[in-house]
């Protein structure tokens, strides 16, 4: 079997936000002040729209019974458009990819990304048409839209996995606005990782993978991330354990 999961983060559109305000003499912090100011008059809430969000990093996880291969892209290493190609070359290569929270604000936000930037995949777009959505969205495998709709760090840690370390995307926000990309990539992959775990136990549930398979690639997975570096990738580790 082949899937791939991936995890974005996003961070304000500043430079849209800029121009559809009319802002040219703020800096980015005070543009932001702006844009939640008036998502929350909009909304009641700071949680900006998909069309007011950027991608500002991505981790994909290669699967398939033979190999494992963990990409990660930031604003730190690529562009914008660079990140969205590994998204639909992802797609392309694996048939099926697997999010948490992904089918809904975040393709959205990277299909109007797309457009933003002219981002051309015609390959992914045809095997979109023939053969319809490739996408599992494991929160909506959980409970369908409407029910309440629990977080990737908790859900992660109720079932045994390492959750997120304490990181957050908002957390995340206020870093970038800051100046601070370090943690982008970090919070895709451990985002990625938990996600990828969830997907093997849900696979193994539903018997697409066995338990044999799925024991196999988690010890495969154990000793590439004892080969990477990050901080993160250590505290993910102690926090697995030996489950």
Not at 70 to 88: G, V
């Amino acid at each position: 079997m082949r899937f791939a999961v991936f995890s974005i983060a996003t961070a304000p559109d500043i430079e849209s936000a800029r121009r559809v305000y009319q802002l040219p003499s703020l800096d980015d912090v005070s543009v932001a002040k702006v844009l939640f100011h008036r998502r929350k008059q909009e909304s009641g809430g700071e949680t900006l729209r998909w069309d007011q969000r950027a991608v500002a990093g991505i981790t994909v996880v290669h699967h398939s019974i033979d190999s494992l291969q963990i990409q990660t892209l930031s604003s730190a290493t690529a562009s914008e458009p660079e990140m969205l190609q590994a998204y639909y070359a992802a797609a392309l290569r694996n048939g099926r990819m697997v999010s948490w929270k992904g089918g809904q604000s975040d393709q959205a936000l990277m299909r109007f990304r797309t457009l933003l930037h002219e981002v051309t995949f015609p390959a992914y777009w045809q095997a979109l048409s023939e053969s319809g959505d490739p996408h599992l969205d494991l929160c909506d495998w959980f409970a369908a839209t409407g029910h309440e709709r629990p977080g990737l760090d908790e859900t992660a840690r109720r079932l045994g996995y390492p959750g997120l370390a304490g990181l957050s995307e908002e957390a995340l926000t206020e870093d970038w606005l800051n100046g601070d990309r370090s943690a982008v990539g970090a919070f895709t992959e451990l985002a990625a990782l938990n996600t990828y775990l969830l997907a093997l136990r849900v696979f193994v549930v539903t018997g697409e993978i066995s338990r044999h398979d799925s024991a196999r690639v988690a010890l495969r997975l154990r000793e590439e991330l004892r080969r990477q570096p990050g901080e993160h990738l250590a505290r993910f580790m102690a926090a697995w354990g030996d489950r």
